[in-house]
């Protein structure tokens, strides 16, 4: 060290003359679930934040991301009152109420089995709407 200093001229700072910045690369894969190779990445290069947590604010309006357009919602409301054969009111589009048990569903339409009459496939857009028979119809 002490060449190091004499071989500046007294204009700089000798205190720094063999100090070097050490940046280890890490390796990212350490932190994560996949298995460790003990090798640095490629470059020793950090990742891109938006690589680590996986939102992409290119568009410069730091917004997150749009909901998903479906949240499974309805379908986990048709299993649970299929599987508990929840009696139910369906009140349709026209004010018709139809009493009965929903025994399957798809994309477009119900399977009501009604006691004392016959089964029903309801199209979902006559639907107005549906309660849970002795509910008060929803209203309050």
């Given at each position: 060290?002490?060449?190091?200093?004499?071989?500046?001229?007294?204009?700089?700072?000798?205190?720094?003359?063999?100090?070097?910045?050490?940046?280890?690369?890490?390796?990212?894969?350490?932190?994560?679930?996949?298995?460790?190779?003990?090798?640095?990445?490629?470059?020793?290069?950090?990742?891109?934040?938006?690589?680590?947590?996986?939102?992409?604010?290119?568009n410069g309006a730091g917004k997150?991301?749009?909901?998903?357009e479906q949240t499974n919602a309805?379908?986990?409301?048709?299993?649970?009152?299929?599987?508990?054969?929840?009696?139910?009111?369906?009140?349709?589009?026209?004010?018709?109420?139809?009493?009965?048990?929903?025994?399957?569903?798809?994309?477009?339409?119900?399977?009501?089995?009604?006691?004392?009459?016959?089964?029903?496939?309801?199209?979902?857009?006559?639907?107005?709407?549906?309660?849970?028979?002795?509910?008060?119809?929803?209203?309050?």
């Amino acid at each position: 060290m002490k060449d190091a200093v004499n071989a500046f001229p007294a204009s700089e700072s000798p205190a720094y003359a063999n100090r070097k910045l050490v940046r280890p690369a890490l390796n990212r894969a350490e932190h994560s679930h996949s298995p460790h190779n003990g090798a640095p990445q490629a470059g020793g290069e950090r990742r891109e934040r938006t690589e680590r947590n996986g939102h992409d604010r290119s568009n410069g309006a730091g917004k997150k991301s749009a909901p998903p357009e479906q949240t499974n919602a309805e379908n986990f409301y048709y299993q649970k009152q299929m599987q508990s054969k929840t009696p139910m009111v369906i009140v349709l589009r026209d004010g018709e109420q139809i009493h009965g048990v929903i025994e399957w569903y798809d994309k477009a339409c119900i399977k009501v089995v009604r006691n004392g009459g016959a089964n029903l496939l309801i199209y979902k857009p006559a639907i107005k709407y549906m309660f849970k028979e002795g509910e008060n119809g929803g209203k309050g």
